[in-house]
């Protein structure tokens, strides 16, 4: 089973900032199958990134996806209000075929 | 546009069985290029995938949940649904449906509240 464990649990920055978030897998998992979803308080999770690093219809050129193997990263160039959220990694791979961290809480600061 | 609705009960006894339903619109169920999956997420924890769907009828699961779980699709309400067998307190979560495109869930349901309590 593929464990993703992501850092920080919570990240408190400033609108502005640029803020980074990890996402590290227990095994290697292929970039094609890594994802990021945002998620708002009392809302339904976004998708934002795909295949580690390609945006998803109507995603604000201020987020990128990289990485590759374990170690995989969000980045938000510039915080805008509205990025104020819960960003949750997902892959696609060994059973369970779909799995998620547990997720980074991104507050202002 | 697409969209997912789930629909179901709030409060299931312990040792009963869930049972929801997400109706889609805006797009057809039937549509070969999508499976379609429920995730749910327990209050304060991490989102967890429970199983997927095709409008054929094939399904895959958790393994973790697969012992109790069933999802079946009616293309003709345009809707599948999900059951879950002998649920406990751990099975209190926000229950989500969502398309499935290849690997990725998107776009979900807004998601409903299912308390395991007596």
């Known amino acids: 089973e593929i464990v993703l464990t992501q850092s920080p649990g919570t990240l408190s920055l400033s609108p502005g900032e640029r803020a980074t978030l990890s996402c590290r897998a227990s095994?290697?998992?292929?970039?094609?199958?890594l994802a990021w979803y945002q998620q708002k308080p009392g809302q339904a999770p976004r998708l934002l990134i795909y295949g580690a690093s390609s945006r998803a219809t109507g995603i604000p050129d201020r987020f990128s996806g990289s990485g590759s193997g374990t170690d995989f990263t969000l980045t938000i160039s510039r915080l805008e209000p509205e990025d104020f959220a819960v960003y949750y990694c997902?892959?696609?791979?060994?059973?369970?075929?779909?799995?998620f961290g547990q997720g980074t809480k991104l507050e202002i600061k | 546009q697409l969209q997912l609705q789930e629909s179901g009960p709030g409060l299931v006894k312990p040792s009963e069985t869930l049972s929801l339903t997400c109706i889609v619109s805006?797009?057809?169920?039937?549509?070969?290029?999508?499976?379609w999956g429920w995730i749910r997420q327990p209050p304060g924890k991490a989102l967890e995938w429970i199983g997927s769907i095709y409008y054929s009828g094939s399904t895959y699961y958790n393994p973790s949940l697969k012992s109790r779980v069933t999802i079946s699709v009616d293309t003709s309400k345009n809707q599948f649904s999900l059951k879950l067998s002998s649920v406990t307190a751990a099975d209190t979560a926000v229950y989500y449906c969502?398309?499935?495109?290849?690997?990725?869930?998107?776009?979900w349901g807004q998601g409903t509240l299912v308390t395991v309590s007596s």
């Open positions: 805006g797009g057809s169920i039937s549509s070969s290029d999508y499976y």
């Open positions: 969502a398309r499935q495109y290849g690997t990725l869930f998107d776009p």
């Open positions: 095994q290697s998992v292929s970039s094609t199958y």
């Open positions: 997902q892959q696609y791979g060994s059973s369970p075929r779909y799995s």
